[in-house]
């Protein structure tokens, strides 16, 4: 397989598939503004993604009803900051994604040992 290295305005497409349940794990610990979740996803190797990204992401998930958000423009030095919170649903998708993750974690795992006995093994054409 060719090493092809795919990408989405700037970040890889693995890396995008992680977005939405990060942000969902960062508004599980509390209401967050756009900016704050830009500078933690970085803790999670997000941090490279386009601020776009990120902003189309929380858009489409409150669209969906994960987290609802407001206008704070009593805590800021500046014009106001939407600040985005998690709901009850956006709750239940964390879980689901989480679970999913879990199952992803289990079937790369089975993948990996299957290959490295292969590997150690040594018996094959392309070893």
Same mark, same amino acid.
């Given at each position: ?9 700037g970040?890889?497409?693995?890396a ?13 610990? @509390? &209401? ?5 979740? #830009?500078?933690? %996803? /970085?803790?999670?190797? !997000? ?28 805590q800021?030095? @500046? &014009? ?5 919170? #998690?709901?009850? %649903? /956006?709750?239940?998708? !964390? ?29 094959g054409?392309?070893?």
């Amino acid at each position: 397989m060719p090493r092809r290295r795919w990408r989405w305005r700037g970040c890889s497409r693995r890396a995008v598939r992680f977005l939405e349940p990060t942000l969902l794990l960062l508004l599980h610990h @509390g &209401p967050a503004h756009g900016y704050t979740l #830009l500078e933690r %996803l /970085g803790e999670f190797g !997000l941090g490279g993604l386009n601020p776009s990204v990120v902003y189309r992401a929380l858009r489409d998930m409150e669209g969906r009803g994960w987290v609802t958000s407001f206008w704070d423009d009593e805590q800021t030095q @500046g &014009p106001p900051r939407r600040v985005y919170r #998690l709901t009850a %649903l /956006g709750n239940e998708a !964390l879980a689901l994604w989480t679970q999913d993750l879990e199952e992803t974690r289990r079937l790369i795992d089975r993948l990996l040992s299957a290959y490295h006995r292969h590997m150690e093994e040594g018996e094959g054409e392309h070893h």
